[in-house]
């Protein structure tokens, strides 16, 4: 019983670090409750000890609370060493370079599509995917190539509790997969935001082992006589991706 309440603690704790981590600007405590459905007391005494060990900080002039220091060295550690992060990174700056647009390096992680690492073009783009943040693996480009990909239990219960009570999209999705594992990448448009084209090509190790995906993200009126040479060049640098990762 005692290791389970410790449990139970740990999870409620880590739920409030990572709502602060994935929220992309500082968060008021209040707003912390809503996201986690945490009682507004208990994210107040699970800050404490975040605070204390320098995961999470607080503004000294507002109520408003952001990674810490300790946050801060992690993820610059993950950056660093990463394997993943390290092999796709010139691929993802080359095709940047080579588009124009914006590539991002997205990962499956519990039941959600996660931006591991984002380069922008120098040509403006509004979108809500960020280094850190997450969306649910059921829209968009990024979050069916993912989706795909996972084991078919996983796929399975993944869309029955995301599109729960919504049988006619759950088929239309189950339909949508069949062909991304066909023709190995997805494409959306103002999906996730409006007005914003993607496409998604999967990276995998060895064996066939998803890895994670790239996306290119761009307006949908400045690409929309160039798909098929996204898709392409997309498609061909998560391919080289994939080639590297083959023997890890």
């Known amino acids: 019983m005692e290791t389970t309440e410790a449990n139970s603690v740990s999870e409620r704790v880590l739920q409030v670090l990572v709502t602060v981590a994935r929220h992309g600007r500082p968060i008021a405590a209040r707003e912390i409750a809503g996201q986690t459905g945490l009682p507004l007391s208990t994210v107040y005494r699970h800050l404490v000890p975040l605070k204390k060990w320098g995961l999470v900080q607080e503004h000294a002039h507002e109520a408003l609370y952001e990674p810490g220091p300790v946050g801060v060295q992690l993820a610059w550690g993950f950056d660093h060493n990463s394997h993943l992060v390290l092999q796709a990174r010139e691929e993802i700056e080359a095709l940047v370079q080579r588009t124009g647009e914006t590539v991002g390096l997205l990962v499956a992680a519990n039941g959600q599509a996660v931006c591991l690492d984002m380069h922008e073009s120098e040509q403006s783009l509004r979108c809500s995917f960020a280094k850190g943040r997450a969306h649910p693996l059921v829209h968009g480009a990024s979050a069916k190539a993912l989706l795909s990909f996972l084991p078919q239990a996983t796929r399975d219960a993944l869309i029955v509790r995301q599109l729960s009570g919504q049988p006619a999209a759950q088929e239309r999705l189950s339909m949508q997969i069949e062909e991304i594992r066909k023709q190995r990448y997805a494409v959306s448009e103002s999906e996730v935001d409006f007005g914003v084209w993607g496409v998604s ?43 590297r990762l083959q023997y890890f």
């Open 201 to 243: 090509a999967p990276v995998f190790a060895a064996k066939e082992r998803l890895e994670g995906t790239i996306t290119l993200m761009a307006p949908a009126v400045r690409v929309a006589q160039r798909h098929e040479d996204l898709i392409r060049l997309t498609v061909a640098a998560a391919e080289r991706i994939s080639n």
